[in-house]
């Protein structure tokens, strides 16, 4: 089974800051997601990716295939990005279901 | 705008009663995922299904879950006799995944707050 690390857990920064958020797996796989979960707790898929980058508006995400990593990058940081972001892969073993990072709980102050 | 839904959003019962949770995938999707997240071990799978076959449920307590699509309409999570420590948010996906594809963008219901007192 697939093992997710994410970091950092919890990040406090000023609105405008570039975040960045890591995450490292431990068995190769054929994509990777990044989430978003809400205040509210609603879950939003912000990007699946196998390799190289990908870009929505201020979301930047990049995956390393080699070194088993991926990041998240947010560019000139907004409140409204306060959530909680995580990491999933396939669990392995050509199974759909994911496996999934503890998230990084990010807060932006204005 | 297609979305995933769930009912009950939120549902409070006591220890040893049935709970069930319905979730109504995205029409045309073949694969649906029931996931359940806590404070301590935060998301987990449970089961998921594609084509309504279960494909894997090693995730799920087998003694008191059970989960079922009686139609690709419909996913059903039952848990019984419900116990404390199965107070958690559980969470339905959707996605359409194929045979040479299988990773595909998942698409997840609201949730349903499940307190088991």
């Known amino acids: 089974k697939n093992e997710v690390e994410q970091s950092p857990q919890n990040l406090t920064a000023q609105e405008g800051e570039f975040i960045t958020i890591n995450c490292s797996y431990s068995v190769g796989i054929s994509a990777l997601h990044w989430l978003q979960q809400h205040p509210g707790g609603g879950i939003v898929s912000l990007f699946m990716l196998s390799s190289g980058k990908k870009k929505h508006g201020r979301l930047i995400a990049t995956i390393n295939i080699q070194e088993k990593h991926s990041s998240l990058h947010i560019t000139a940081s907004h409140p409204r990005d306060s959530a909680v972001y995580i990491c999933a892969v396939p669990s392995g073993g050509g199974a759909d279901g994911l496996t999934f990072g503890k998230g990084t709980h990010l807060i932006i102050q204005p | 705008d297609a979305r995933v839904t769930q009912t009950p959003r939120h549902k409070v019962t006591e220890m040893g009663q049935e709970v069930t949770m319905r979730c109504q995938p995205i029409?045309?999707?073949?694969?649906v995922f029931w996931y359940r997240q806590t404070m301590m071990q935060g998301l987990e799978l449970l089961a998921y299904?594609?084509?309504?076959?279960?494909?894997?449920d090693s995730g799920m307590p087998k003694d008191r879950f059970s989960a079922e699509m009686p139609d690709a309409t419909l996913a059903t999570l039952k848990i019984q006799p419900s116990e404390p420590r199965d107070s958690a948010v559980y969470f339905c996906a959707s996605g359409l995944a194929f045979l040479l594809n299988p990773y595909n963008e998942q698409f997840f219901g609201p949730g349903t707050r499940l307190t088991v007192l």
């Open positions: 029409l045309g999707h073949n694969t």
């Open positions: 299904f594609r084509n309504r076959a279960p494909l894997d």
